[in-house]
Antibody, heavy 119, light 109 residues
């Protein structure tokens, strides 16, 4: 069974760092891309960036370039999304998803990780 | 990259059809056949309903269909059912790399 299991909710203060994870199972991790999506409270979905799970290529949406870092550890089938200095406006639900070829959609999604940033 | 434009809401009675539009540009919807649609129920993760403009993943009912003309893609739900009440988002490859639509809330009257 294909699964993407994300790490638990985080509560942080502005300026702190955080790294959330997305662990894939039930498929060959390096054959798929991982994407990260932000959903702010009561708002729509936004693409943050994508990475091939082998880690050789990463593409960020312009709004998130320089704001976050996407990485992967293929030895443990896990992708990461990290911030070095959080802002209150980073408060949101974050989803990971996987994609095979460019033709396929994002067919499996993690359950989401809520990141709350408040002083 | 600007979000694709969707109507904020759409509705229909059970058994009726509803169509949601998704308008972009030649840089996204019009330039690639990589349009997909996602259903999201409150508090849940998105679910893939349509990929590559009109293809349905295994397990998605055939009352969901997709199409594209120029810079506008569309999702049609035929034979609307109560469980179809949800938010729907289109997404297109844009080289940047992807862009979502603004989202449409579908209500079943």
């Amino acid at each position: 069974e294909v699964q993407l299991v994300q790490s638990g909710a985080e509560v942080k203060k502005p300026g702190e760092s955080v790294k959330i994870s997305c662990k894939g199972s039930g498929y060959i991790f390096t054959n798929y891309w991982i994407g990260w999506v932000r959903q702010m409270p009561g708002k729509g979905l936004e693409w943050m960036g994508i990475m091939n799970s082998g880690g050789s290529e990463t593409r960020y949406s312009s709004s998130f370039q320089g704001q976050v870092t996407i990485s992967t550890d293929k030895s443990i089938n896990t992708a990461y999304l990290q911030w070095s200095s959080l802002k209150a406006s980073d408060t949101a639900m974050y989803y990971c998803a996987r994609r095979g070829s460019l033709r396929s959609g994002w067919d499996f999604w993690g359950q989401g990780t809520l990141v709350s940033v408040s002083s | 990259q600007s979000a694709l434009t969707q109507p904020p809401s759409a509705s229909g009675s059970p058994g009726q059809s509803v169509t949601i539009s998704c308008t972009g540009s030649s840089n996204d919807v019009g330039g690639y056949d990589y349009v997909s649609w996602y259903q999201q129920h409150p508090g849940k993760a998105p679910k893939l309903m349509i990929y590559e403009v009109s293809k349905r993943p295994s397990g998605v009912p055939d009352r969901f269909s997709g199409s594209k003309s120029g810079n506008t893609a569309s999702l049609t739900i035929s034979g609307l059912q109560d469980e179809d009440e949800a938010d729907y988002y289109c997404s297109s490859y844009a080289g940047s790399p992807y862009v979502f639509g603004t989202g449409t809330k579908v209500s079943v009257l």
